[in-house]
């Protein structure tokens, strides 16, 4: 069984930054890829960042130059660092293990606002 908790998300103001983590528990294999995905109010769920097992990283373009994704596989951990963050950011964060069809946390809510 995985489960995937997350935390760090919070209000912040525009230009501001936070960074969630990811704690995984249960049969975590550092070979697969995780990730980072969100969905705002009336919006489908979206891809932040993701990262493979390597280390290898991929971007959304709305995240490209102002979020790191970086992992620790020994902590089984996940994280997001946001800078420069905008009101457009705001959502509930989601952290992934193995993809759409993988496992996914409950959520963490960002906002940003003024």
């Known amino acids: 069984q995985v489960q995937l908790v997350e935390s760090g998300g919070g209000l912040v103001q525009p230009g501001g930054s936070l960074r969630l983590s990811c704690a995984a528990s249960g049969s975590i294999y550092s070979i697969f890829v995780m990730g980072w995905y969100r969905q705002a109010p009336g919006k489908q769920r979206e891809v932040v960042a993701t990262?493979?097992?390597?280390?290898?990283?991929n971007y959304a373009d709305s995240a490209k130059g102002r979020f790191t994704i970086s992992r620790d596989n020994a902590k089984k951990t996940v994280y997001l660092q946001m800078n420069n963050l905008k009101p457009e950011d705001t959502a509930v964060y989601y952290c992934?293990?193995?993809?759409?069809?993988?496992?996914w946390g409950q959520g963490t809510q960002v906002t940003v606002s003024s």
């Open positions: 990262i493979s097992g390597a280390g290898n990283t």
């Open positions: 992934n293990y193995r993809g759409a069809a993988g496992y």
